[in-house]
């Protein structure tokens, strides 16, 4: 809108004004001769201003439409964007959860599964070996279950921001202004 506006010719109106006064002139009553070190003249102007581009003031009007279709493509992406993150937030916590929930069973029978490897080869019947594998197997489960639930807390505060829940705390980060 600037731009085409800029096309348009700029009528004013004003009023000019002249003093200069020396102390140690005459005044002149002559209306032909002015002397330039002692008078008084003020006048109405009117006038307008117009510039000739020659297409460039078309070319900067397309330009600056080309901005604003930028600017609303921009603005219909997110809008359309922020519904989608919201549900790939929402669907990696669902997914996290039930990883967690599988990996915490697993846990569970890993440790079953040591303490019977334990208690066997303190009786002499099970098999060090068994025992070796059942603690690297409890070890590795346990990993994947914190792994999980950290996964978990994780897509919960992604889809917290997602959502826009965290607004006062990213405020904070920002830095201040001046």
Known sequence: ????????????????????????????ENPYV??????TAIGPVIG??????????????????AE???????????L????????DAYTTVVEAERNAKVL???YDNAKQWLVASSSNVDLGVGDPDDL???????ARTRADYLQAVFAYVYGLEQLAHAAGQ?????????????
């Open 1 to 28: 809108e600037v731009e085409r506006k800029q096309g348009y010719p700029l009528f004013f109106v004003g009023l000019l004004g002249d003093l200069a006064y020396a102390s140690n002139r005459d005044r002149l």
């Open 34 to 39: 002015i002397d330039p070190l002692y008078h």
């Open 48 to 65: 307008f201003k117009y510039n000739l581009d020659f297409g460039i003031r078309a070319g900067k009007v397309k330009e600056a439409q």
């Open 68 to 78: 604003v279709q930028k600017l609303e493509a921009l603005r219909e992406h997110a």
């Open 80 to 87: 359309d964007g922020i519904p989608l993150q919201v549900r």
């Open 104 to 106: 915490s069973e697993a």
């Open 132 to 138: 070796a594998d059942a603690f690297v197997q409890y």
């Open 166 to 178: 965290d607004l006062p705390e990213v405020q904070r980060l920002a830095p201040p202004k001046p």
